[in-house]
């Protein structure tokens, strides 16, 4: 016993001094490292100003012309507005490209991810070169994810007076975490930690911004080989970039939001490197031929005409709205969830339709029950759900959770939902040139036509997966933003979006939406056809079995998965006819199910305690 009482006694003292290690890692950076990093900053930096004229050689761009003309024709009491969607990604990285070299004064870009790949680092390099015309730009870029490598970070630091980043809540104030920081941020810090800066705003000038799902990576733009995000955001020219000013400005000047200098890592590397810092060149991007097509189509007038001008609306008022940074602490009451708000408040108002788009169907309770409402309601209200299939999703365990509820999903909610395919027939329209010249849309969607093989475990493709946040209500109101559906979204996560009152609009988002959630582009989730023999006993035991907390397991759930048959109509499932029109194809299609469903199957049965922070 005295052995192991001190074996024991050992122990506890090694993971008292490693658990003290980690937590000496939340001190925050000595003021006398960051006056040095400053000065070195100070000294160091680029200070060239590559334009003397007062327009910064900015680049003539069509939309800042519609924001002049929009904020030229407001009055108090009439705001206008002109706003462009954007549901290819190359569009999407072009018209960004496009407002950089026509920024005057300055660019804000606030983001959740930021990558080191040819879509990050093309923009990146795209805002130096703003910067040294002289514009002033600010990155605010939620750290988890985001611009990680201290020695990039170095050389940006000094690239140009005029740009400016910080990094969002710092795990232990680094840029870079490794794992077992990772780790020990979630145990001693959580709450902290747990909150993320979701946001995505891109504003040049104040009064043309770009608002929606994307980030700044491969796959957010269609460059990705192996998976590539569907996404939508929008660009709003004329007043409204007001209240994107001030948004930014809040997160800013946030304390969470912290300047390059007093980052752990990227300080000691301004130390080791203070006068001999790899200045800021072309970046060497893996695909230098795409690079330069992006970058000519940007200026391209043709192409930004045909593509994104000939779809623009003028709109008059657009509310953009964005929670606050205390939003998981709840300090300014409901206003620190004010996007949360709005859009409770836009589905407990419909009459008619819902139309709904998100990567991610795991509803808080507060949702639940307004979808309940609108249900027993005279007539119901029509409720259609395009979101990720498994195949599709890039977070196998927030769809095991939403899996776990399909059956309130269709029989409490009314909801018809329609999950993507990896691999839609629409891929082409979807994505764009890139998408059709890598031939990754020449099979057909379905291993059940003679299409792909199934989805291995740990591989993310080739295939197409659902990024977009979108809803539209009954046919004139919409909202494109950043907001998941999904309990993080509600109370964690800071989001933001535009929601705007225009029938023209709310029509090219929901037919953007209702194109996603086609036959041959999605799956329709439906009744089950009775299982021989069992039938009603085994309904019975499968709502036993989810309504209790965590133990779901009945393999036979309410629901599964159906393909229109060749030459089917798309009858809904009520429809005495459905059998005749559609084919079942199993709950997870086009899936590897030695591993993948094995791993959704555990999380639907034993993750309903964490559905809280998915």
Known sequence: MPTMSRRLTAQVGWCIGTLALLLAGCAPLAHRSVERADRIVAMSTDTRIDCAQPDRCATPSPFMAQADAAIAASTPGHPHNTVTLLNIGQNALAARINLIRAAQQSIDIQTYIWAKDDAGMLVLDELVKAARRGVKVRILADQLGSLNDPRLLSRL???????????????FDSAHSNFVEY???VLCCFNKFNQRMHNKLFLVDDKVGIVGGRNYQDNYYDWDPQMDFLDRDVIVAGVAGQQMEKSFDIFWHNNRSVPLTHLKDVNREILAHPFDAEPWTEPRFSDPQRVAAIRARAEDPGFLQTQLLDHSLNVGLVDYFYDLPSKDEAVHGPDSRE?????????????DQIVLQTPYLVLTRRAGKIFKALQAKQPKVDVIVSTNSLASTDALPVYALSYKHHKKFLVDYGFHIHELMPHPADAAEMLGD???????GSEKSSPHRGGRAPIEPGSPGPRISL??????VDGHIAMVGSHNFDPRSVNYNTE???IIDDPAFA????AAILRDA??????LVAPRHPIPILGDVSQAIGDVSRSLPVFDIWPWGYSTDYQLKPGGKPVPATDPAFLDNWEEVGDFPEVNLSLTAIITRFITAFGAGIQGIM
């Open 157 to 171: 630091a000094r690239a140009s007076d005029n740009l400016h980043i910080k990094l969002y809540n710092p795990t």
């Open 507 to 510: 029509q090219q988002v929901r």
């Open 434 to 440: 890139y998408f059709r010249l890598s031939g990754l």
């Open 183 to 185: 780790t020990a941020s």
């Open 496 to 498: 933001d979006g535009v």
């Open 518 to 523: 086609a036959p041959q582009n999605a799956w």
């Open 467 to 472: 990024h977009a946040k979108s809803l539209v």
């Open 339 to 351: 996007l949360t708000h709005d859009l409770m408040t836009m589905l407990a108002d419909a009459q």
